[in-house]
């Protein structure tokens, strides 16, 4: 039972280029989150998306930001222009369609430097 | 926006104690979470709780979740040295957001007493 498998662990741009970081869901999972966590703080909502549709990214800034979930492959938040403040572990987590949907199962993150 | 807050920031434990840790808020949440993170890696469920005055036990672990709906508290028993991390509460609010759009604490970093 393989969880929630994020790459890549590591992560390094420079300012100005893009970060691709992408996200597998646990088996049997459709619902995905992003959340950002900044050196000794806790997790900040992104987003949330479900099979090609974003229902909910009141958490991603305006601009540089996006993200999808495709029907087929991984789900993959995208960072274009990356400046240093974007440095931070980014967090993907999934949960099931029903039941316990408030149950979110973390990947072990990506944890992007911009120099 | 709404905050959890939660206390002590940080504690030693010596092997065999017991710990104790809570999280408030001034508005109310519908559910709660408590999380662990080891260095490195993702957060870890340990706890949910859906009722106001539930209490649940995962082993060594006890939460609650208090009547008012504005807080949770955590207990671990007899702790050992792999209980060290930092221990999150999370919240989902009752009112905006989504499901999953939970609302973190800053944590409780738990680290061995020299």
């Known amino acids: 039972n393989a969880g929630v498998m994020q790459n890549p662990r590591h992560l390094v741009r420079r300012r100005g280029q893009e970060a691709r970081l992408r996200c597998s869901p646990m088996?049997?999972?459709?619902?995905v989150y992003w959340y950002r966590q900044l050196p000794e703080e806790g997790l900040k909502f992104m987003v949330y998306?479900?099979?090609?549709?974003?229902?909910?990214e009141s958490g991603m800034p305006k601009e540089r930001f996006s993200a999808e979930f495709p029907k087929e492959g991984p789900s993959i938040l995208r960072i274009q222009q990356v400046v240093r403040g974007d440095s931070a572990a980014y967090f993907c987590?999934?949960?099931?369609?029903?039941?316990?949907?408030?149950?979110?199962?973390f990947g072990s993150g990506t944890q992007l430097s911009v120099l | 926006g709404q905050q959890l807050n939660q206390s002590p920031q940080s504690m030693f434990i010596q092997e065999g104690e017991d710990v104790s840790m809570n999280c408030t808020s001034s508005?109310?949440?519908?559910?709660w979470l408590w999380y662990k993170q080891d260095p490195g890696e993702g957060p870890v469920l340990l706890i949910a709780l859906y009722k106001a005055g539930e209490l649940t036990s995962n082993g060594r672990l006890t939460a609650q979740f208090g009547i008012t709906r504005k807080d949770s508290f955590l207990n671990i028993s007899a702790s050992i040295p792999s209980d060290v991390g930092i221990y999150f509460c999370?919240?989902?609010?009752?009112?905006?957001?989504?499901?999953?759009?939970?609302?973190f604490g800053k944590g409780t970093k738990l680290s061995v007493k020299p």
């Open positions: 998306l479900q099979k090609e549709n974003i229902i909910d």
């Open positions: 088996k049997g999972h459709s619902h």
């Open positions: 987590a999934s949960s099931p369609s029903t039941g316990d949907s408030e149950k979110l199962f």
């Open positions: 999370a919240g989902q609010p009752p009112y905006g957001g989504s499901q999953g759009n939970l609302i």
């Open positions: 508005s109310i949440f519908n559910t």
